[in-house]
């Protein structure tokens, strides 16, 4: 089992629209290729972790390293793992919207993605790596 750490900038044009198809696409090919883990887009950055079969994996990240929705791909950590940290989770996705951008929605999603960060599994170095991206994002620092 391979897992894999990745974060990328996207684009200046990326909007919710854009977000939605990501997450259809990747829904799909990712059930079908046995592929779990989790992404989380905030302040423009694309935090995600990925984990399964090897090749499947690889293949993934050469997509994704390919797609031109975002830029400055930096692969942080790829490893071996023994069984899946995200195996019952899926890729989801808040949208804020024009108000909760400017409102009190942000703030909650933001403390809850901090929260959930704080207390999820961290045993391997790759879901280390990730969580500490997450929040990084949350308190906009940069990657």
Not at 22 to 36: A, C, F, G, M
Not at 106 to 126: G, I, M, V, Y
Request: proline residues 1%; contains cysteine.
């Amino acid at each position: 089992m391979l897992e894999l750490v990745y974060c990328s900038k996207a684009k200046k044009n990326t909007d919710n629209i854009k977000i939605v198809d990501i997450l259809k696409i990747s829904r799909t090919y990712n059930q079908k290729s046995h592929i779990t883990g989790c992404l989380v887009f905030h302040n423009d950055i694309f935090v995600q972790i990925i984990e399964g079969n090897s090749k499947n994996i690889h293949q993934l990240f050469q997509n994704i390293e390919k797609d031109d929705r975002h830029y400055d791909v930096n692969l942080l950590w790829e490893g071996h793992i023994p069984k899946r940290h995200f195996g019952d989770w899926s890729m989801a996705f808040h949208d804020l919207g024009e108000e909760g951008i400017l409102g009190k929605d942000l703030l909650t999603f933001e403390r809850n993605l901090f929260q959930l960060s704080e207390s999820a599994d961290k045993t391997s170095p790759a879901s280390y790596l990730f969580w500490l991206n997450v929040r990084k994002q949350i308190i906009g620092w940069l990657v």
